[in-house]
C-alpha cells in the first residue's frame, strides 16, 4: 500500500476514535452526575450542591426531570431554586417541569434558563423572589403566582388544583370549582367535571349534567339522564320552526351509524336524515337500503314506487317488492320479482331474460342456463360471452374458465 494511502487510513481511523471518545462525553454529561467530588448538570459544577446528599428526583418510565436536590436546597439544572423546602419538594410525575413544596408551586423550563434574569430587571417582592409584568421568578425558576404547594395537585397532564384554584398549565381556569374538579374517561375519551359544569378540555359544555354526563356505550355518543351531545352542542332538532332538544331517553342505534330517539332519526354528526320518516317503524335494511312502514330508501332518498310492506333486499344492490325488482336506486323495467335470483353483485336472472345491473344483458342469452364463471367469462348452453362480446367460435358446452386462462375442447380459446 502506498505511503500516503497508509497515512490516510490511519487518519480516518484517529477521527472516528476520537469522535466516539466526545460521544460518549457528551451521552454521559446528560442530566446530573456526580465526579471528583462535584454535583455536575451537563457538565456544568452546580454551584454549592452536596454530593453526599445530592439526589436526582422526578424521574420515571416517561423520562428525565430537570430536578435535583441535596439536604439543604433544590435545583432545576445548575442553579439553586432561592427559598425551595428540600423536605417537602416534590416533581409532578405527568409534566416534569412542574414541581412543589410546602409553600410554591414551581415552574421550570429550558426556555426560562436561557436567559440569566437580573434582579433589577424586575420589581422585588422579598429575597431572592421577583416580579415582572407577567410572572413570579425565583432567579430563573418560574413561581406559579397564588397557587398554594401544599395542597398543589395534578389532575390530567397540564391540569392542576390546588385548594383555591384549578389551572390549566400556568393560567388560572376560574369558570372550574377546585374542590370538585375531576378528569373523568371513558371508552378512550375524556373529559372534566366539576359539581356545576361538563369541560372538554376549556370548553363548557352547555346544558349538560355533570352527575350523569357519560358516554352511551350502543351509539358511543355523549348524553346525559335528559340530553345527547354531539361535540359540546346539546342536540336539537327543528319542529315547527322551534329548536327542541333531543332526549337522550329511548336514544338508540339502528345500524350503520344512524341513531333515533324514538320520534327522528340522525346520522352520527347529528345531522337529521330521512325526513318524513316514521321513527317508531323505521328500519336499517342490508346495504344502503332502509324502510318505514310507509316508504323505502335507498341511501337516504325515498326509492320511489317500492311497496314497503314487501320490499325486501335480495343480494347487494338487487331488491324486489310484490311489483317490481331493483337495482341500487334503479327500477329494472320487465323484470319479474317473482322469478328474479342473484347470480353475482352485477348479474340477475328472471323467467324471462338475464339482466346486468338494470338492463337486458343480451336477448339471446338463455335465464335457465346463464352462468357467470368469473369476473370477465359468462356462458349459457349455447354461447360465451367475453364480459358482453359474444365469442361466437367458443364451444359453450366444454368452455371453462381454469386460472384466469379459457379453454373448451379443441384447447385454448384466443379471444381476438
Known sequence: M?????KLVSLVVLLLLISALLGCVKRSEVGYFVSNGEVRWA???????DPATFEWIGNNKEG????????????FHDIIVPGADSKTFEVMPLLRTYARDCKRVYIGSTHS????????EFSGLERDLFKDEFRVFARDVEIL???DGATFEEVAFGWYRDKNHVYKMREIFAEADAATFREVKQHGRRWFTDKNHVFLNEYIVEHADPRSYRIDPETRDTIDDRF?????QRLEVEVEGEMIPVSSRNWRSIGRGYRTDGEFVFDSRGHRTFPGIDA????????RFAKDRNKVYFDGNPLVGADSATFEVISGRHTRDKNYVWFGRKRIEGADPASFRVLNERFGVDKNFVWLGEYTFNKIADPGSFEVLDNVYCKDRSHVWKRSKLIAYADAATFEVVNGKPRDKKGPVRVR
Open 145 to 147: 403566582d397564588g397557587a
Open 2 to 6: 502506498p505511503r500516503l494511502s497508509r
Open 280 to 287: 317508531k317503524s323505521f328500519e336499517m335494511l342490508e346495504g
Open 43 to 49: 457538565g456544568k459544577k452546580v454551584d454549592g450542591a
Open 228 to 232: 345527547v351531545y354531539i361535540s359540546r
Open 64 to 75: 428525565k426531570s430537570g430536578w435535583g436536590k441535596d439536604a439543604q436546597n433544590v435545583y
Open 113 to 120: 434558563t436561557g436567559k440569566r434574569r437580573l434582579p433589577h
